[in-house]
C-alpha cells in the first residue's frame, strides 16, 4: 500500500534511538523528508546518516525541554525543507518513582519535557498545517495512559493528560483537514523498558529473564514489542490512507491493556 507521504515534511522529537528512531525509520522509508532532534550529538549523526539511505535527513540537536531548542529545530527545518506537514512528539519517560518519592522538582521537570514539548511543538506546525489544509499530529505516549503503573506517577498522570489534549486537539483542527492522534505503546524492547526492568528485577529479587517472562505472560501475543512495530503504526497514521482517523489514542500493546474502552 502507498500511504502517499513521499516528499512530505516530517519532524520526528527525540529520535536518536528508541520508539522515536523507528518512526523516523518508517516515515523516511515512504519517503517523507525527515529531521530529528536529540540531545546526543553521535548517537542523532548516526541515525541521520541511517535516514540517508532512504530519503533526504537532517539532524538538529536539541532538548525537548527546552522551548529555545525547539524553536531553533523547527525554525532550521522550514529553512532546509519547508513547512512541516507531520509531526511525531515524543521524549524520554520522567522517573520511575512512586507518588511519595518524588519532589516538586522531578513534577515540574516531567512537565516541561513530557507535556510541554508537546503543547510547544504542535504550536510551531499548526500555523502552516492550517495553511496548506492538511497536517497529520501524532504523539508517542504510552499504555499507562489508560493502565496507571505504580512506579510509573508522573508518566501515568500526564500521559492520561495527553489523550485528553489529543481529542481536544482533534476537535480543534478537524475543520483544518488537520488530524491529531495518541499512540499508547505497552512493552516495547527499548532504553526506557531496560531501564524499568533493573529497576523491578532489584525490587522483587528476580533474574531479568524470569521478569521479561512475567511481561511477555501478561501480554495476550505472549511476547515483549519491537520498535519497528510502533514504527509501523505511526507512519500509517501519518499517512494520506488515515486521512478519516483523528482523535484517537490507538494501543499498540500486543493486547495487554484489558479495557474495552
Given amino acids: 500500500m502507498d500511504l502517499a507521504i513521499k516528499g ?26 525527515v529531521s530529528i532532534c536529540a540531545r546526543n550529538r553521535a548517537e542523532l549523526q548516526k541515525t541521520s546518516a541511517e535516514l540517508d539511505a532512504y530519503t533526504e535527513a537532517m ?6 525541554s527546552s522551548a529555545q531548542d ?19 512528539t515524543n521524549t524520554g ?13 522531578q513534577w515540574l521537570s516531567g512537565v ?23 497536517g497529520r499530529i ?12 505504580d512506579e510509573l506517577t508522573i508518566s501515568s498522570t500526564i500521559r492520561a493528560g495527553l489523550s485528553g489534549l489529543t481529542k481536544t486537539m482533534a476537535n480543534q483542527l478537524g475543520p483544518d483537514g488537520i488530524t491529531v492522534n495518541a499512540l499508547l505503546s505497552g512493552h516495547i524492547n527499548s532504553d526506557r523498558q531496560k531501564e524499568i526492568a533493573a ?14 517472562a512475567q511481561q511477555a505472560a501478561e501480554i495476550p501475543l505472549r511476547r515483549i514489542g519491537e520498535p519497528r512495530e510502533i514504527g509501523e503504526v505511526v507512519a500509517f497514521l501519518a499517512s494520506a490512507r488515515a486521512s478519516y482517523v483523528t482523535g484517537v489514542s490507538l494501543q499498540v500493546d500486543g493486547g495487554q491493556i484489558r479495557s474495552t474502552m
Fill in 8 to 33: 512530505r515534511v516530517a519532524m520526528v522529537a527525540a529520535a536518536s534511538k528508541g520508539l522515536g528512531k523507528a518512526c523516523a525509520i518508517a516515515l523516511a522509508q515512504e519517503g517523507a523528508r
Fill in 59 to 64: 539532524e538538529v540537536v536539541a532538548d525537548v
Fill in 70 to 88: 525547539l524553536a531553533a529545530w523547527h525554525r532550521a527545518t522550514v529553512e532546509r525543507f519547508g513547512p512541516v506537514e507531520i509531526l511525531v
Fill in 93 to 105: 519517560g520522567p522517573p520511575v518513582k512512586r507518588f511519595m518519592e518524588l519532589t516538586d522538582e
Fill in 112 to 134: 516541561d519535557s513530557t507535556l510541554m514539548n508537546v503543547v510547544r511543538l504542535s504550536r510551531l506546525v499548526v500555523p502552516a498545517m492550517r495553511q496548506s489544509h492538511w
Fill in 138 to 149: 501524532i504523539h508517542l505516549t504510552s499504555l499507562v495512559a489508560k493502565q496507571p503503573s
Fill in 199 to 212: 529497576i523491578r528485577v532489584k525490587e522483587r529479587g528476580i533474574t531479568y529473564e524470569a521478569y521479561n
